[in-house]
C-alpha cells in the first residue's frame, strides 16, 4: 500500500468508534482481481471504489474484496472501507480514569493489532505512509504519527485532529492516543518539541522532560557531526 487515510468518530464515554479508511495501492502483479486485507473485530459495513459498492467477504481475521476491475501492476488503486468497533481490543484499548489518570483512548499495534482497529495489511514487510482524522469530544486532545496538519472545532462540541505521517512506516508503529493532555510546549532552535502528558504531571515536566532538548542535540552532533545548536 502506499497510504492509509483513517477517519475516525470517536465516542470516548461510549467506548464506541466509527471508522473509514481510503486505502490506496500499487498492485505487485498483473491480472489483481481481488484486495485480501486483515481485519480482526472490526466490523466492514461497505466498500467502495469512487461512488460504486464492492462486493466483499468478511472472516473472523480477513476482509476478501472483489474490485470488479482486473488492475495491473503500477495501476493505482483506491478503495475505501467504512466500518465499526464496539468491543474493547487490545491494539486499541480505552482505559478508564483512576486517580491522576485520566480516561483515554491509547494504541498498542505490535506485533499484528493494527488489525483489529484499522481494516489494513499488518505485516511488516510492507511499509505505508498514514493520515490519521480523529473526530471527538473537544475536551480531548489528540496524538498520532507525524506532522499536526490541522485541529478544528465543530459546531456539535467536537474536534477534529488531522495528523499526517508522510515517511512510510509499518503498521505496528502506528499511534492513536487520545486523553485530555497537558501539552507544554518546548524548542531546539527552530525545532518544536512538546510534551503531551496528564494535568497531574504538570509540576513534573520540567524535572522529567527539561534537558530533552539537550539531548536531541547530542545525538544530532554525534550523528551527523554538527555544530551544537545555540
Known amino acids: 500500500a502506499l497510504n492509509y487515510k483513517v477517519e475516525l468518530s470517536v465516542d470516548m464515554e461510549r467506548k464506541y468508534i466509527e471508522g473509514k ?7 505487485l502483479r498483473s491480472d489483481l482481481d481481488k484486495i485480501v486485507l486483515d481485519a480482526d473485530s472490526l466490523v ?24 470488479e476491475t482486473t488492475y495491473n501492476y503500477n495501476d493505482t488503486v483506491i478503495v475505501i472501507i467504512n466500518y465499526y468497533l464496539s468491543k474493547q481490543v487490545n491494539g486499541l484499548r480505552f482505559i478508564e480514569a483512576k486517580g491522576d489518570r485520566p480516561l483515554q483512548l491509547s494504541s498498542d499495534c505490535f506485533p499484528d493489532k493494527a488489525r483489529q482497529w484499522i481494516p489494513c495489511y499488518d505485516f511488516p514487510n510492507d511499509k505505508v505512509c498514514q493520515e490519521f482524522i480523529i473526530t471527538t469530544d473537544n475536551k480531548y486532545k489528540v496524538i498520532s504519527n507525524g506532522k499536526l496538519i490541522a485541529t478544528t472545532d465543530n459546531d456539535d462540541g467536537t474536534s477534529t485532529w488531522h495528523w499526517k505521517q508522510d515517511k512510510p ?9 487520545i486523553a485530555d493532555y497537558l501539552v507544554v510546549r518546548d524548542s531546539l532552535g527552530s525545532l518544536p518539541i512538546n510534551y503531551w502528558v496528564y494535568k497531574s504531571m504538570a ?5 522529567v522532560f527539561g ?16 555544530k551544537r545548536t545555540e
Not at 479508511?21 to 498492485?27: E, K, S, Y
Not at 459495513?45 to 461512488?51: E, F, K, Q, R
Not at 509540576?203 to 524535572?207: H, L, Y
Not at 534537558?211 to 554538527?226: Q, R, W
Open 21 to 27: 479508511n481510503t486505502i490506496t495501492l500499487v498492485p
Open 44 to 67: 466492514v459495513i461497505s466498500v467502495l471504489s469512487g461512488n460504486k459498492s464492492l462486493q466483499f467477504r468478511q472472516s473472523d481475521s480477513k476482509i476478501i474484496i472483489d474490485t
Open 169 to 177: 512506516n509499518a503498521t505496528y508503529l502506528i499511534n492513536l492516543s
Open 203 to 207: 509540576d513534573d515536566v520540567e524535572r
Open 211 to 226: 534537558k530533552t532538548p539537550y539531548m536531541i542535540d547530542m545525538f544530532k552532533c554525534a550523528l551527523y557531526d554538527t
